[in-house]
């Protein structure tokens, strides 16, 4: 199986900063992509960045040149970095990851969640 640990979330200003961390582990082959995406109160939960395998990311419109994805850790660890931050980003933030396990199965995995939130 795919475990994913998410970190980093807490409580900022508008206009702060904030990095999120998932961290694959288990019996992994391959991760595919991975994906970050949150859920506020009330709303249901939206895509906000995605990377590939191969590095290619698509944004939500609302997070578009504030947030940015990246990779690393031979690909296992996904990051968010957030710069710019409003109070409409308060949300529970999850990671996704497309794994292969060594089983050759493809599955989708989910962290936990962490909360991220920004004051006014």
């Known amino acids: 199986q795919v475990h994913l640990v998410e970190s980093g979330g807490g409580l900022v200003q508008a206009g702060g900063s904030l990095r999120l961390s998932c961290a694959a582990s288990?019996?992994?082959?391959?991760?595919?992509?991975m994906g970050w995406y949150r859920q506020a109160p009330g709303k249901q939960r939206e895509l906000v960045a995605s990377?590939?395998?191969?590095?290619?990311?698509n944004y939500a419109d609302s997070v578009k040149g504030r947030f940015t994805i990246s990779r690393g850790n031979a690909g296992k660890t996904a990051y968010l970095q957030m710069n710019s931050l409003r109070p409409e980003d308060t949300a529970v933030y999850y990671c996704?990851?497309?794994?292969?396990?060594?089983?050759?199965?493809?599955?989708?995995?989910w962290g936990q969640g962490t909360q991220v939130t920004v004051s006014s």
């Open positions: 996704k990851a497309g794994a292969t396990t060594t089983s050759r199965v493809r599955l989708d995995t």
């Open positions: 990377i590939s395998s191969v590095g290619p990311t």
């Open positions: 288990g019996s992994i082959f391959a991760i595919n992509d």
